[in-house]
């Protein structure tokens, strides 16, 4: 077992609640009835060995009003892994706001900084283990997506490097408030992690693709105070180092052409833990990753295999969380995706588990051993 979780290999429960256009507001926790089903939820995990799950506050239903709180949609999950012995990574903005807040506005930061001293509150009220939160999940592809393309959320226009300075002082502030009220507070920051590759039909395109791929830790190097410490970070905010990674987060620079496991244009994911390790000497965590099916199964083979090539040469890995770990509807056209340990039925009400990809989990927890199980 890690000393830091109870389990190597954790679930997370998609939780994004963003908005988006023509769309509206996403909620995959209420879509999936994960919000009345976590109970159930979280047992079927503990049943195959998992006891670490991230899951999330919605923040938007939580303060419909400024400065007013309403737990109701949170306290039921929050008792549900309590009774269940779970420990939660809980998120507290998954690409979310309340309606009406402008992450551009003045009042963004104060705003959020209040909302995670009173979660905080509400948490330390109902059990006495350590609380491990991600402030704001992806900064890099919130900025990206939400205020340099305008696809999510504040549906801004090249405008992602103050979006996310905004973010950075807005994590650092919920840090610091968190702290204020449990001391021992411990935080996953969860970005993304790439590859780019250049083209070889334009040759100046290496420069630039390796000049993108190291943009990936601006965000964590913002936090720890590396880059742009005007922003308030230092060594203290960058606590544990958790890395998304999915098949597509390698691929050809200014394309739509991804380099995938045997291509010579691939990174091993197991080099690129190492590049994090070697970087910010800081525990790792695989915080994403995971495919649909049938993909699913050789994909955690995959994935594990390189975590235990990471490991043997010195990174300091102390978790996968299968993610999302059930079914959920798709953003774009609310098809059933399949995916995760716990397969729903077509309405998204029923659960149940999916025992081919519970077996292959079963041989991997095998492998890595009672330390890491």
Sequence with gaps: MSDLF???????????????????RIDVIRATHHDVEAHTDYALLAGVGIHTV???????????????????SFLPMLNAATETGTQVIWDLCHWGVPDGLDPFSAEFVPRFERFCTAAARIIADHTDATPFFCPINEISFWSFIGADRGHFF???????????????????AAISAIRGVVPTARFVQCEPIIHIAGSRKRPTSFEEAAHHT?????????????????????????????????????????????????NPQHQPLHQ???????????????????????SDIGWLGLISSEVRMAIRAGADIRGVCLYPVMDYPGWEDNRHCECGIISLGSRFDTRGLRHDLAAELAIQQQIFGPSRH
């Design 214 to 262: 190291e943009s990936q830790f601006e965000a964590w190097d913002m936090l720890c105070g590396r880059l742009a410490p005007e922003l308030g970070g230092d060594d203290s905010y960058l606590d544990i180092v958790a890395c998304n990674y999915y098949w597509n987060n390698q691929w050809v620079h200014k394309t739509h052409v991804t380099t995938p496991v045997g």
């Design 6 to 24: 109870k389990s190597f290999f954790m679930g997370g429960f998609e939780c994004a609640t963003h908005q988006r256009p023509h769309v509206g």
């Design 272 to 294: 690129m833990l190492l590049v994090a390790h070697q970087r910010y000497k800081r525990p790792i965590l695989i915080s994403e990753t995971g495919a649909e099916a049938p």
């Design 54 to 72: 991230r899951d999330a506050l919605r923040w938007h239903l939580i303060e419909r009003t400024p400065g007013s709180y309403d737990w109701s």
């Design 154 to 172: 504040p549906y801004a226009k090249r405008r992602g490097t103050q979006m996310k300075r905004i973010l950075i002082e807005a994590s650092v």
